[in-house]
């Protein structure tokens, strides 16, 4: 996925000034309730408190430029997982190994070494191929695709399961011989609906862990949905 582009101001300049405005505003409360008195001191220090808030909210998006509001609406990212779907398994692995390559797209990505486990074996082309160049892939601490969750499916007896997600308490499984893959979220409630969602290979998953969703649902939001 492309990286936003980084603000054309110059972070430290900025830190300063505002820093420099802070320590004008602490003197002013601090004159204020020398010599105005208890009653004034407090006024001030109520505005001074929402300049500070005020602040900290400039410096907080300077610090991570357009991550507020940044999100597509729902709708366009439902379409976007659509499109995503619909690529072709081939261009779905040359997205998958540039977003691997890069060093930013996912942030921990371990490259095989060794001889992978005995399951791979038994995986389809595809899957053999992922896991024996890489033997973990994840996009944070608890959501991964790893030779070491290789296993029986959890959820859905009879498939192998590749990849957990930690922040859904989800699971990614296959079944035998075949590339398509299942996300299957565990309901937080007996008797709730499961969420599932279908991947048709490997390399999609690690495109949809990349962040192409996102990227496809702007794109289409900024061409009104005709991307």
């Not at 357009?66 to 990212?77: A, C, E, F, K, L």
């Not at 969750?149 to 308490?169: A, M, Q, T, W, Y």
Request: charge should be negative.
């Amino acid at each position: 996925m492309q990286k936003r582009a980084k603000p054309k101001v110059k972070l430290f300049d900025s830190l300063n000034a505002l820093m420099g405005r802070l320590m004008v505003v602490v003197a002013v409360t601090a004159a204020v309730g020398h010599f105005a008195g208890p009653g004034a001191a407090l006024v001030a220090a109520v505005v001074a408190l929402a300049l500070v808030t005020v602040m900290a909210e400039k410096l907080d998006a300077l610090i991570s430029p357009g991550r507020r509001d940044s999100q597509p609406r729902p709708g366009y990212v439902v379409a976007a997982m659509a499109k995503l779907r619909q690529w072709p398994a081939a261009r779905a692995e040359r997205r998958a190994r540039a977003a691997l390559a890069d060093g930013e797209s996912i942030p921990h990505v371990t490259v095989a070494d060794g001889d992978p486990p005995a399951q791979v074996a038994s995986l389809p082309p595809a899957l053999r191929a992922f896991f024996g160049e890489w033997s973990e892939v994840a996009d944070d601490e608890s959501s991964c695709l790893s030779w070491s969750l290789l296993g029986e499916s959890e959820v859905r007896p009879g498939r192998i399961r590749i990849r957990n997600s930690g922040e859904d308490n989800g699971e990614y499984s296959v079944a035998p011989g075949e590339e398509a893959v299942l996300y299957v979220e565990r309901p937080y409630a007996a008797g709730s609906p499961q969420t599932e969602e279908n991947f048709p290979t490997i390399w999609h998953v690690v495109c949809f862990m990349a962040g192409c969703v996102i990227e496809i649902a702007e794109k289409l939001e900024q061409s009104d949905g005709q991307f």
